[in-house]
């Protein structure tokens, strides 16, 4: 079984928040500093904790 990696869109997170005080999206889990230097080292970067984010996931659940 050959799993496929893929590269995270942090756009398509539910933890990408709009944080008011800096004007922009940020992430709103606390990486460690291993996982903060793999994110801003390359663009290839896989996150552990990504959640795609879907509106309609819980309307889907209730039909």
Same mark, same amino acid.
């Given at each position: 079984? +050959?799993?496929?990696?893929? !590269?995270?869109? &942090?756009? $398509? &997170?539910?933890? +990408? !928040? /709009? =944080?008011?005080? /800096?004007? *922009? /999206? !940020? *992430?709103?889990? +606390? $990486?460690?500093? =291993?996982?903060? %230097?793999?994110? %801003?080292?390359?663009?290839?970067?896989? &996150?552990? #904790?990504?959640? $795609? #984010?879907?509106? /309609?996931?819980?309307?889907?659940?209730?039909?």
């Amino acid at each position: 079984m +050959n799993k496929k990696n893929t !590269v995270t869109n &942090c756009e $398509l &997170c539910a933890y +990408n !928040v /709009y =944080d008011e005080e /800096y004007d *922009c /999206y !940020v *992430c709103s889990i +606390n $990486l460690d500093e =291993d996982e903060m %230097l793999r994110f %801003l080292s390359g663009s290839d970067y896989q &996150c552990p #904790y990504f959640n $795609l #984010y879907d509106e /309609y996931k819980m309307v889907r659940k209730q039909n």
